[in-house]
């Protein structure tokens, strides 16, 4: 069998484990919602994408605008594309070709998409992420800082707040990762409170998505366990 082949046999296989898992999990978790599978394909090539196609994921994920930017290009069948990694904000224009923005992680970044939005005449679909872990090295919006920020994304016309994300600690233990996904619904139940259309919770990534799932999450971010290790 030709390598590709083999590849794509693979990712799909991959992929109809996780769908099992996340179906499981949420069925244990009673919340009741959709979870969208999102492929992470960074780093990743061609083949990765069409593996992901052919297995019926339809929304990939990409952390860096300039890698996606030239994937969006060579595509062309049609997919969802997710930015899930930091967006500066002198790139906040690259937001165009995205359906939904996980990272938005600042004021400042709300900001200036804001303008960019705004300007084109368009409205950006993103999400809040939160920092849920307190980690400092990781990017996001305080937990305590929310509620605050809702009143002010209520205001920007070019944004619609679609929920909260969060990145958990690797290797965290159990209850660690369930009250980082717990702290982060929690922030989307802020945001709701305060008037947005913030049901969408992206929370879970190969090693912690079956407890993200449990505490609700909407949208999952798989690149390991769907694709093998990136080098
Ligand atoms: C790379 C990445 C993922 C996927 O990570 P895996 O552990 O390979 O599933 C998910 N979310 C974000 C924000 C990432 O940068």
Known sequence: MPISEHFADMVASRVGEARALIS???DRGGHGQQVTLVAVTKTLGME????????GVHDLGENKVQEAEGKMEAVDFPVRWHLIGHLQRNKAKSAVGFSLIHSMDSERLALALNDVATKAGKIFEVLLQV???GETSKGGV?????SRLADRLM???GLKVMGAMTIAPFDAAEPVLRQVFSETRRAGELLMN?????RLL???MSGDFEIAVEEGATHVRLGTVLFGRRL
């Open 202 to 204: 992206s929370m879970g």
């Open 155 to 157: 205001s920007l016309e």
């Open 131 to 133: 920092n849920a872990s």
């Open 142 to 146: 305080a937990p305590g800082e929310v």
């Open 24 to 26: 499981s999990a949420r």
């Open 194 to 198: 305060a008037g947005l259309p913030a």
């Open 48 to 55: 990765a994408i069409r593996a992901a196609y052919d297995a």
